[in-house]
């Protein structure tokens, strides 16, 4: 079943089962991919809408420290029960075990380990871990690794 699959089907669900908070989330959901699709008139596929759950992770994120910031635990939240509906639609994230392996392959994949082979490197992690780790936190551990 493909991811605009399923929401469509636990938005149905949450209809039924009256939870209008998910509900809401959801909808947010298939508007941003609905928008994505509009703006590129493109159909978007599996990975296309993790791309668009990731980015809207990363704006619940960055919206509760801003929230917490100003002293604002009751928009935090929301903000924190939108990110774990929207956090049940990605895959498993991966173990930092798992992580290693996957930047230790792309860098003998690159052939070279110096700070000028990070864009390759990260190109092969990124595709591989596409929806299942922070690529904020991926690339500090590359350039650590290619540093040292």
Do not use: C, F, H, W
Not at 21 to 37: F, T
Request: net charge neutral; hydrophobic share 50%.
């Amino acid at each position: 079943m493909s991811m605009k699959q399923r929401l469509t089907d636990d938005m149905k669900a949450a209809m039924k089962a009256g939870e209008k908070d998910r509900l809401g989330v959801i909808r947010l959901i298939n508007a941003a991919i609905k928008q994505r699709e509009v703006d590129e008139r493109i159909a978007l596929d599996d990975a296309q809408v993790l791309a668009v759950l990731e980015k809207m992770v990363k704006q619940r994120k960055d919206s509760i420290a801003q929230y917490e910031a100003a002293g604002r635990e009751d928009l935090a939240g929301v903000e924190r029960a939108e990110l774990a509906v929207i956090q049940g639609y990605l895959p498993e994230p991966l173990g930092d075990a798992e992580l290693d392996a996957l930047i230790d392959a792309a860098i003998a994949e690159a052939g070279t380990a110096g700070p000028q082979a990070m864009g390759k490197v990260m190109a092969a992690v990124k595709a591989a871990a596409a929806g299942r780790a922070d690529m904020g936190a991926v690339s500090q551990r590359v350039k650590a690794r290619l540093a040292g």
